[in-house]
């Protein structure tokens, strides 16, 4: 294993679990700005704007809003482009009892003529492990892992 894909993956893992954090905390402030709005209060002297949009418009804009941050949510563990078109992408999530984040079990697979080359990256809160699975020879694990390091360095390059 290349100290580069732990890294890569271990800095992906720590912007998806920042970006998840983000968005349930919006999510939860626009929940909260909805059911005021919906109770009839009078947010004016809080949100400006409500009174030049209206009750409804807040109300509409409430709800995009919360739409936007559960896609920003459910997208948070996507990879670049670039690097998705050279293997497959796996995300589970789920979530436990008590626990703010769900669990994340996000999986890319790469082949190359060495070999496949799985990297498994498993999140609880915020405690990020990740796994590597390549093929059993030796001279063919370094090389496909070698392969899946150029990949993603050059997919990163071509996405700047």
């Given at each position: 294993?290349?100290?580069?894909?732990?890294?890569?993956?271990?800095?992906?893992?720590?912007?998806?679990?920042?970006?998840?954090?983000?968005?349930?905390?919006?999510?939860?402030?626009?929940?909260?700005?909805?059911?005021?709005?919906?109770?009839?209060?009078?947010?004016?002297?809080?949100?400006?704007?409500?009174?030049?949009?209206?009750?409804?418009?807040?109300?509409?804009?409430?709800?995009?809003?919360?739409?936007e941050y559960e896609k920003?949510?459910?997208?948070?563990?996507?990879?670049?482009?670039?690097?998705?078109?050279?293997?497959?992408?796996?995300?589970?999530?789920?979530?436990?009892?008590?626990?703010?984040?769900?669990?994340?079990?996000?999986?890319?697979?790469?082949?190359?003529?060495?070999?496949?080359?799985?990297?498994?990256?498993?999140?609880?809160?915020?405690?990020?492990?990740?796994?590597?699975?390549?093929?059993?020879?030796?001279?063919?694990?370094?090389?496909?892992?070698n392969e899946l390091e150029?990949?993603?360095?050059?997919?990163?390059?071509?996405?700047?």
């Amino acid at each position: 294993m290349t100290q580069y894909l732990h890294d890569y993956f271990t800095a992906h893992a720590e912007r998806a679990i920042t970006c998840m954090k983000e968005s349930q905390q919006a999510q939860s402030f626009y929940r909260r700005l909805h059911t005021r709005l919906e109770r009839g209060e009078d947010l004016t002297a809080e949100v400006p704007e409500i009174a030049r949009v209206g009750i409804a418009g807040a109300v509409d804009v409430v709800k995009k809003a919360m739409a936007e941050y559960e896609k920003k949510f459910q997208t948070a563990w996507v990879l670049p482009t670039t690097i998705q078109s050279q293997g497959k992408e796996h995300l589970k999530m789920h979530s436990e009892a008590y626990e703010i984040l769900p669990r994340v079990t996000h999986t890319f697979s790469f082949i190359s003529a060495a070999g496949k080359v799985t990297v498994r990256t498993k999140t609880a809160g915020e405690n990020i492990s990740i796994e590597f699975d390549t093929p059993k020879n030796k001279m063919a694990a370094a090389t496909a892992m070698n392969e899946l390091e150029k990949v993603i360095t050059y997919g990163l390059l071509a996405s700047t």
